[in-house]
């Protein structure tokens, strides 16, 4: 068993690929990746290949921009622009179904650690949680508001289950979260994060920003929330990238942490299953992979990647991940050099 060090992040492999890949779901003991692009079709690649070569689905599907994308052995499950939803089957690359899920551009989609629900966001500002074998409709969440305080239209960016399974996570662009129970459908808590989101009453009478990822700790105690923090000009994402981390349940802050060296939007957060650190990758014009220290949020080691990450997906052991984004998709590794034992070792001390 190999242990994870953020410490010795390294970039193993990088590859071109045509447009912008949005998000990546890979098959659990393989290097197999699908991701959704912006050429509004699902491709499947063998990124531990010596020459990757990513494959479209040739049949008929999206008409926009594949933004949302989760897969167990069989089937891969897509979410689009378009505001459907489209069920493969992973082997012969062919719909086995389509939902009009939503009738805005669905923003993200996730599933349920033991792969039984899909959640599904929207621009219509709505979540759904539909059975994955069925595609039957199980519960509609509602609780974000169509415009932002300043009566422009608001985006609902962010969703992520907890890995206990129990709860699901809602984040908008006004830095409104929301956690629910799976279970009922119901409400459970909220959430505020308005250092995400920046509004130019003069300049451009416009607002960017937003909370574009959560992810909850293994534990299911902590939640994180992702975005850039306050924004100079408008038009573009000039800001410092910004994670909060919360104790949902207490309703307290725990953490607020920006970084101006590498800066933009973080797109996407994960936790270290040991509970020792977090990982957040995204960008603006350039790409970025950080690791905090999750009891502190201090700063444990970063890589400036080569491309705006979209959405990374980690390996089996967590001591790897898959990120893809504008034209390239990048393999990391951070493997500890202490050999097997009965408990993982402690981090090495911060970095910085």
């Not at 959560?214 to 939640?223: E, N």
């Not at 104790?247 to 725990?254: L, T």
Request: aromatic share 10%.
């Amino acid at each position: 068993m190999s242990w994870s060090d953020p410490t010795k992040l390294k970039r193993v492999k990088e590859f071109g690929i045509s447009g912008i890949a949005f998000c990546v779901a890979r098959t659990s003991g393989t290097g197999q990746l699908f991701f959704g692009n912006s050429d509004f079709k699902v491709y499947e690649v063998d990124a531990l290949a010596e020459t990757p070569a990513p494959a479209a689905f040739e049949a008929e599907g999206h008409q926009s921009y594949v933004t949302g994308i989760v897969s167990n052995q069989k089937t891969v499950v897509s979410g689009s622009y378009d505001g459907n939803l489209i069920w493969w089957d992973a082997q012969s690359k062919k719909p086995t179904r389509s939902i009009k899920a939503h009738d805005r551009w669905i923003r993200k989609i996730s599933a349920s650690p033991d792969g039984s629900v899909v959640a599904s966001i929207a621009d219509d500002m709505v979540g759904k949680l539909w059975d994955a074998e069925s595609g039957q409709l199980i519960h509609t969440l509602q609780d974000h508001q169509l415009e932002t305080p300043n009566h422009y239209p608001s985006m609902l960016y962010a969703v992520a289950f907890s890995p206990d399974g129990k709860w699901l996570a809602t984040a908008d662009k006004v830095g409104h979260i929301v956690i629910w129970e799976v279970a009922s459908g119901k409400k459970a808590a909220q959430l505020e994060a308005p250092g995400m989101y920046t509004w130019d009453p003069r300049a451009r009478r416009h607002s960017i920003g937003g909370v574009r990822s959560v992810a909850f700790s293994h534990d299911s105690q902590r939640l994180a929330a992702g975005g850039i923090g306050h924004i100079g000009n408008i038009d573009h994402l000039g800001g410092p990238s910004r994670v909060e981390v919360f104790d949902w349940q207490k309703g307290e802050r725990i953490h607020e942490i920006e970084d101006t060296k590498l800066q933009g939007l973080v797109e996407r957060l994960e936790f270290d299953p040991q509970g020792n650190w977090l990982v957040a990758a995204g960008g603006d014009n350039g790409g970025f992979v950080t690791f905090y220290r999750a009891e502190t949020g201090k700063l444990i080691h970063q890589d400036k990647a080569p491309m705006h990450v979209h959405e990374f997906v980690m390996n089996d052991d967590s001591t790897g991940l898959f990120a893809v984004g504008h034209g390239r998709i990048a393999h990391y590794e951070f493997k500890s050099d202490y050999p097997p034992g009965p408990a993982e070792p402690p981090l090495p001390e911060d970095v910085a």
